[in-house]
C-alpha cells in the first residue's frame, strides 16, 4: 500500500501536530481512501505512456460499487481454497478477471465511439469468461478492461496485472520466455502496405525510402533482419494507430504489419481506396495468434484452452469470424470481406482436437464452403 505525503502545514508547525497531520493521513489511507496524482495527458491516451488505462465503463458490470459482494463462493476477498491455481486464486481473491485489450487492432481488438473493447479476440474472451466463471463458482465474477500496448504486453502479464490479454499476439520462442499462449486461433502473414501508384511492389522497393512499424511486433523482427540488405530508413511508431498516421501523412512510403491487421486500419480508414497490400509475405512461415496468458501456470492455460476448443469444435469461432470480417461491423460500418484462410482453418482443426477430441466430430476443413473459406485462399488488399 502506498501512503500519501504528510507535509507539514507550516515551517513553524509542532512535532505533535506533524504526528497528528501523519496519523490522519494514515488512518486515511488505511480506510481505503485512493490518492491521486493529476497527470496531463491527451484525450483518450493513458495518463503516463506505456502505462495501461482502466476502462471501468466498457463492460457492464453485475455490481455497483454501493452494492454489498456476493455471498458464497463469489465473495470478494475470500480466502482463496489452497489447490487452486495461482492465476484462478488471484481472481477470486480480487473479485474480477482483468483483460488486455488494444485501441486500433481492427479486426480483433479495437473500440467503438463509446471507448468499449470489441472484436473477434475480445469475443473469444467474452466467450471464456463463463467457463471460468463455472469453475471459481463465481457467477456475478466481474471484468475489468485494460488497454495495454504492444510494448507493455509481456511485462504487464508477467507482473500479475492483467490475466489474459485479449489481442493479436503471434506466438514466438522469444516471447514464450515471458508469457504462455493458448491454442491459435488465427493466422496471418506480414507484409507491406503502401499508396497507390507509390511504385512499390516489394520491400526491395524500399532502398532510401521511410518503412514504419510498430515497435514490439514481429513485423519489426522480420524488416530488421532485411534492414541493412534493403537500405530503407526504418520509423518506430508506438502502437498501430501511430504507424497507419505516418503512412497517411507521407512521413512514411510504406508500413509493415499482419496483412489482416493492414486490412483492418485500411477498410476504416477514411480513404480506404487509397491504400494498398503488395508484395509476398516477409517470412515463409504465418504468424499464428493466440490470447497471452501467464507464465508456469498450467493449470489456468489448460482452463482457457479447454473453452477455446469447444469454440472450435461447435464452430463458434467460424461464426465469430464472420461476425467481425465479413459484416459491415459498427463503429465504422466498415466490411473487410476477408474469408478464413486454409492457414485459418488449419489452425481451428487443429484446436479442435485440442484435449483428445472425439475424431468422429465433422472436419472443419471438409465444412469450409459453410465457414466461406476461399479455394484457392485470397490476400486480402489485392
Known amino acids: 500500500m502506498f501512503l500519501p505525503l504528510c507535509p507539514l502545514s507550516s515551517p513553524a508547525a509542532s512535532v505533535a501536530g506533524f504526528i497528528r497531520q501523519c496519523l490522519l493521513c494514515f488512518l486515511t489511507a488505511a480506510a481505503g481512501a485512493a490518492v491521486v496524482t493529476p497527470v496531463t495527458a491527451l484525450a483518450g491516451e ?5 502505462l495501461p488505462r482502466v476502462n471501468t465503463m466498457a463492460i457492464p458490470l453485475p455490481l455497483s460499487d454501493g452494492d454489498s459482494p456476493p455471498s458464497g463462493d463469489s465473495a470478494i476477498g475470500q480466502t482463496p481454497t489452497p489447490d487452486l491455481a495461482p492465476t484462478m486464486a488471484r481472481i477470486r481473491e480480487r ?10 487492432a481492427v479486426p480483433f481488438s479495437y473500440v467503438n465511439a463509446k471507448d468499449q473493447p470489441m472484436g473477434l479476440a475480445w469475443a473469444l474472451c467474452q466467450r471464456i469468461v463463463p467457463a471460468l466463471q463455472r469453475e471459481l463458482a463465481m457467477p456475478d465474477l466481474r471484468i475489468t478492461p485494460v488497454r495495454v ?14 490475466d489474459i490479454d485479449c489481442a493479436p499476439s503471434t506466438v514466438t520462442q522469444a516471447r514464450e520466455r515471458q508469457v504462455a499462449f493458448s491454442l491459435p486461433y488465427y493466422a496471418a502473414n506480414v507484409r507491406l502496405m503502401v499508396r ?3 511504385g512499390i511492389d516489394s520491400i526491395d522497393d524500399l532502398r532510401g525510402l521511410r518503412l514504419a512499424v510498430v515497435q514490439g511486433t514481429t513485423a519489426e523482427r522480420l524488416v530488421r533482419a532485411q534492414h541493412v540488405r534493403t537500405g530503407f530508413q526504418l520509423l518506430m511508431a508506438r502502437d498501430y494507430a501511430d ?3 505516418m503512412l497517411r501523412e507521407h512521413r512514411a512510403q510504406a508500413l509493415a504489419l499482419d496483412d489482416v491487421l493492414l486490412e483492418g486500419l485500411r477498410a476504416t480508414s477514411k480513404s480506404p481506396n487509397v491504400f494498398q497490400i503488395v508484395g509476398p509475405p516477409l517470412s515463409d512461415q504465418p504468424e499464428h495468434y493466440a490470447l497471452v496468458l501467464p ?23 467460424a461464426k465469430l469470424q464472420r461476425d467481425w470480417f465479413q459484416t459491415a461491423v459498427p463503429p465504422f460500418g466498415h466490411r473487410l470481406n476477408l474469408k478464413p484462410s486454409a492457414e485459418v482453418l488449419a489452425v481451428w482443426e487443429s484446436g479442435a482436437h ?21 479455394n484457392p485462399p485470397q490476400p486480402p488488399g489485392r
Do not use: C
Request: glycine residues 12%; proline residues 9%; positive net charge.
Open 46 to 50: 493513458p495518463p503516463v505512456p506505456g
Open 95 to 104: 473479485g474480477r478477471i482483468v483483460l488486455g485489450y488494444r485501441q486500433t
Open 149 to 162: 500496448i504492444e510494448q507493455m504486453r509481456g511485462p504487464l502479464i508477467k507482473g500479475d496485472a492483467v
Open 196 to 198: 497507390h501508384g507509390a
Open 243 to 245: 504507424a497507419f498516421r
Open 295 to 317: 507464465k508456469d501456470d498450467p493449470v489456468f492455460k489448460e482452463r482457457v484452452n479447454a473453452a477455446l476448443a469447444e469454440l472450435f469444435r461447435s464452430g463458434e469461432v
Open 354 to 374: 485440442y484435449g483428445n477430441a472425439s475424431t468422429d466430430r465433422p472436419s472443419l476443413s471438409s465444412n469450409a464452403a459453410e465457414h466461406g473459406a476461399p
